[in-house]
């Protein structure tokens, strides 16, 4: 059964105005979504009524066929996780308790997390090379070390649909490499992956489905090889840019002409 359905999906913060709309995608287990889009078109916005936290104005979201709005907080929670672009944290939690956040849905109500919790965060960061943060408060860390903490966070959720939010913006490019990997190697274990980025590359490396999301509120879907083209990107962002083919890779990469 297809693991996310999004049909004729529509949404408005004011009436007057409606960020996108009619919204149609299906993703499976173990598939990789990249949306693209300008500054301001909703990507961030149709991100969060996918997870639950915005209630779209019109349209239905199905997670294995049954309505998200069906789904208590915590059966969703079991289900999908989402590493936001910001983060708004100031209660000097430290960084393993922020990360044992994510087991939240698996306790019981004022059950404290296990030793097993603890065991599997200290591996994440481990596999990270991140254990000297383990004491820091999370509000003291850098942009690029707070994605990344966020993301081992969501892992923690243990999610069949994950959803990161320009999750490469704040990261350097061993660890945007470190990134890409990663997601490769979520989506071997059939997780589904549903991603924001501003930059093309991202979308050719991972070569996934694409959703172009216009300043019209229209989400165009496709493969990467329709959809990540000079003419569409040109169009997409009203700039000139170019594809060229790296034979010893066998895909495009993007070049913004200037
Ligand atoms: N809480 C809010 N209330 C009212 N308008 C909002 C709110 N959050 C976002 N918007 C507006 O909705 C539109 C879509 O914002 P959104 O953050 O989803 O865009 P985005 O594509 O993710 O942008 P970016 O690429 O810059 O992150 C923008 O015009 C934004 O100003």
Same mark, same amino acid.
């Given at each position: $059964?297809?693991?996310?359905?999004?049909?004729?999906?529509?949404?408005?913060?004011?009436?007057?105005?409606?960020?996108f709309h009619?919204?149609?995608?299906?993703?499976? /287990?173990?598939?990789?979504? %990249? &949306?693209?889009?300008?500054?301001?078109?909703? @990507?961030?916005?149709?991100?969060?009524?996918?997870?639950? #936290?915005?209630?779209?104005?019109?349209?239905?979201?199905?997670?294995?066929?049954?309505?998200?709005?069906?789904?208590?907080? =915590?059966?969703?929670?079991?289900?999908?996780?989402?590493?936001?672009?910001?983060?708004?944290?100031?209660? *000097?939690?430290?960084? $393993?308790?922020?990360?044992?956040?994510?087991? %939240?849905?698996?306790?019981?109500?004022?059950?404290?997390?296990? @030793?097993?919790?603890?065991?599997? /965060?200290?591996?994440?960061?481990?596999?990270?090379?991140?254990?000297?943060? !383990?004491?820091?408060?999370?509000?003291?860390?850098?942009?690029?070390?707070?994605?990344?903490?966020? &993301?081992?966070?969501?892992?923690?959720?243990?999610? @069949?649909?994950? &959803?990161?939010?320009?999750?490469?913006?704040?990261?350097? &490019?061993?660890?945007?490499?470190?990134?890409? @990997?990663?997601?490769?190697?979520?989506?071997? !274990?059939?997780? /589904?992956?549903?991603?924001?980025?501003?930059?093309?590359?991202? /979308?050719?490396?991972?070569?996934?489905?694409? *959703?172009?999301?216009?300043?019209s509120g229209t989400?165009?879907?496709?493969?990467?090889?329709?959809?990540?083209?000079?003419? =569409?990107?040109?169009?997409?962002? !009203?700039?000139?840019?170019?594809?060229?083919?790296?034979?010893?890779?066998?895909?495009?990469?993007?070049?913004? #002409?200037?």
């Amino acid at each position: $059964m297809t693991l996310l359905t999004v049909t004729n999906l529509s949404f408005s913060y004011h009436k007057s105005s409606t960020v996108f709309h009619d919204v149609n995608l299906s993703l499976e /287990a173990g598939e990789v979504f %990249t &949306i693209l889009g300008p500054n301001g078109v909703g @990507k961030s916005t149709l991100l969060q009524c996918l997870c639950g #936290l915005l209630t779209p104005t019109k349209g239905e979201i199905s997670l294995n066929g049954q309505n998200i709005s069906d789904f208590t907080h =915590r059966q969703l929670a079991r289900q999908v996780a989402i590493v936001p672009q910001n983060y708004h944290i100031n209660s *000097g939690i430290t960084v $393993m308790d922020y990360l044992l956040t994510g087991r %939240t849905p698996y306790l019981s109500l004022l059950q404290m997390p296990t @030793k097993k919790d603890h065991e599997i /965060a200290e591996q994440y960061l481990t596999e990270f090379n991140l254990n000297t943060l !383990k004491n820091r408060s999370f509000s003291s860390l850098s942009g690029g070390q707070q994605q990344l903490i966020a &993301i081992i966070k969501s892992l923690l959720q243990e999610p @069949k649909l994950l &959803i990161l939010d320009e999750p490469m913006a704040a990261l350097d &490019i061993s660890r945007q490499y470190e990134l890409l @990997k990663l997601i490769k190697r979520l989506a071997n !274990k059939h997780i /589904a992956i549903l991603l924001t980025t501003h930059l093309p590359d991202h /979308a050719l490396m991972l070569n996934t489905k694409i *959703g172009l999301l216009s300043t019209s509120g229209t989400l165009t879907t496709g493969s990467t090889d329709d959809l990540i083209t000079k003419e =569409r990107l040109e169009e997409l962002y !009203k700039i000139p840019l170019n594809l060229t083919y790296l034979p010893e890779l066998h895909r495009y990469t993007c070049q913004i #002409l200037i």
